[in-house]
C-alpha cells in the first residue's frame, strides 16, 4: 500500500471504517463488493495492522511476521466468499518439548504420525496412560471445534443454545463451566504433559490454571476450535500476505484505502455520522451512514467521547530472529528441523507455569520465563530471500508468557533487556549450542534479534496495554448488551470491528465479516 494514497475527495459514503488491520479490510471487501461506499482511514503509512510482513533486520531479504505470526481462526467461508490469493501451510509436528530427566535431556515429540506420537508418550511416562488420556482429552475438544467454530460467522447463539449444539454435558462443563486446570489434572498425571495442554490457555492471557474468572478457559476454547479442528498453519508467504490480498480485494471491489489518515472524533445520531481525521496536511471530515470501528473499545470510547472500559493488560513477550543455522539438540534423538517445525516449548512443564504466574503476579519477573518458539521458514521458505534460503538460514518466532504489561513500567527497555537474556537462557539449557553463536549478523553489523514487551506493542500498534486481544476475551455466544453479532455499540450506526468484538482476537476476519453483515442486514448501506 502505497503511503500517499487517501481520501480522494468523496463527501459521504455508506461506510467509513477507522482502521486497516485485517478486519477492517475483511469489512471493506465484503461491503464494497456488495455494492457499498467505503472509505478505510488508516493512521498508519500501511494497512495490516499486527497482521503483517516486514523486513526487521538491516540489509537482510527476510520477511518476517513481524507481531501476529499463525492462522487458526480464519474461516475458509472469508477466503472463499472474498476471492482472496492467499493460502496456509500445515506443519508436520504438532510440538517438542524438551525436559531433562533422570540426569539425561529427552522430550515429547506430538506429530509425525498416531504411532510415532505415542511411542514418544510412552518414552516419556513410561506407558500408554498419557497417550490414551491426550487422544481423548483432543477427541473430545476436536468434536466442540466442529460445533462451535461454524458459529462464529453466524448471528451469536444464545448460551443455551450453544450448549445444545455442544451436546456434551462433559466438554461444556470441562470448557464453559470449570476452570481448566480442573480438567487437566483430572486427565493427565505427568507435569510436563499437563503443561503442554496448558499453554492453549495462557497465550496473551495472564492467569493461573485454576482463575475463577474462566479467562484463561474463553483462551483455550479459541485455540482449540480454529478451523473446526484446532490445527494453527503457517501462512505461506507471511503474515502480509494475507493482509495484501485483503486489501487487494477491498480495493478491487472499489474501496478507498486512505493511509495517512488518524482518526480522531465520531460524531453521530444514530442515522448518519461524520468522521473527523487528520493528516500531515491538516484535519478533513467524512461523513457515513455507518461507521466501523476497527481498533480497541478504548480507542472507540476516545472517539466517541464515551465512558471507556476498564484498562486492558497484555502479558506477553514477542521475539522474532534470523539464525545462519538451527541450533542442535541436548537431546539428540531429535532433529532440529522437527523439534522447531512445530511448537517448541520452553520452561512449560505445569508446576514451572503456575510459579511464573505466581511470580509475575507478585510484581517479578518469572526466574524461569516460559515461553514456545516456532521456524516459519522450516514450513514456508518463501519467506527468505533466494541467497538466504540457499545457505540454510532459518527464522525463528518466540512467544513469552505470563510477562504482564505492569512488569515493564518502571523501565522498559531495561526490563525487555533482561527478560530476554533469562528467556534465552531457557533455551539454551536445552541446545548443545548457544543461540546466539546461530544468529545472523545484519548489514550494521547487529544480532538479528528483536524484542517487544506489551509496552511496545501499545507505543507501535494502539493495542491498550499491549494486549494482543484489545480486551478479555468474551464467549462466543451471547451476553447482555452483546447484541446480534456481537459487534454492536450503544450507537445504532457505529459497530465495533476489532479484536475487542465478541468473537474477536487473533487473525480471524470474524469482527470484521459479522459487522459487514451487520451494515447489510440493516438494509440501508
Known sequence: ??????????????????????????????????????????????????????????????????????????????????????????????SYTPVERGGRPTGLLVGGGEERTREAFARLTGGEREYA?????????GRVAQRVFPTLTEPLPTREELRRRVDDEDAWRTLFEEPIGVAVEEHFADDLVRGVVLTDALIGTFADAHDP??????????????????????????????????????????????????????????????????????????????????????????????????????????VNMLLERLPRLRDGSVDPREAFAGTFHIAEGYEQLATAHAQAAAGELPTAPPSEIYCHSLTDPSILGPDLAARGYQTLTLFGLHTPARLFARDNDAVREELLTSTLAQLDAHLAEPLADCLAIDADGRPCIEAKTPLDLERDLGLPGGNIFHRGLAWPHAQEGTGRWGVETRHANVLLCGAGAVRGGGVSGVPGHNAAMAVLEAGEG
Open 133 to 141: 488420556a491426550w487422544q481423548r482429552f483432543y477427541g473430545m475438544t
Open 1 to 94: 500500500m502505497p503511503a500517499h494514497e487517501g481520501h480522494r475527495g468523496h463527501h459521504a459514503y455508506d461506510a467509513v471504517i477507522v482502521g486497516g488491520g485485517h478486519n477492517g479490510l475483511v469489512a471493506a471487501a465484503y461491503l464494497a463488493r456488495a455494492g457499498r461506499s467505503v472509505l478505510v482511514l488508516e493512521r498508519l503509512d500501511h494497512t495490516g495492522g499486527a497482521a503483517v510482513s516486514t523486513r526487521p533486520f538491516a540489509g537482510v531479504d527476510a520477511r518476517l511476521s513481524r507481531y501476529s505470526y499463525l492462522v487458526s481462526l480464519l474461516p475458509h467461508k472469508i477466503v472463499r466468499d472474498l476471492g482472496l490469493d492467499f493460502r496456509v501451510q500445515s506443519r508436520t509436528i504438532s
Open 213 to 318: 474468572s474462566l479467562q484463561q478457559n474463553r483462551c483455550f476454547l479459541y485455540h482449540v476450535i480454529g478451523g473446526g479442528t484446532g490445527a494453527w498453519d503457517v501462512p505461506v508467504g507471511g503474515m502480509g500476505a494475507l493482509t495484501d490480498a485483503l486489501a487487494a480485494a477491498a480495493r478491487e471491489a472499489g474501496a478507498v484505502l486512505a493511509t495517512g489518515h488518524e482518526a480522531v472524533r465520531i460524531a453521530t445520531d444514530g442515522r448518519t455520522a461524520e468522521v473527523t481525521y487528520r493528516t500531515a496536511d491538516g484535519e478533513g471530515v467524512a461523513a457515513a451512514r455507518h461507521v466501523l470501528v476497527n481498533a480497541s473499545p478504548q480507542a472507540l470510547a476516545a472517539l466517541t467521547g464515551d465512558e471507556p472500559p476498564p484498562p486492558a493488560e497484555g502479558a506477553q513477550l514477542k
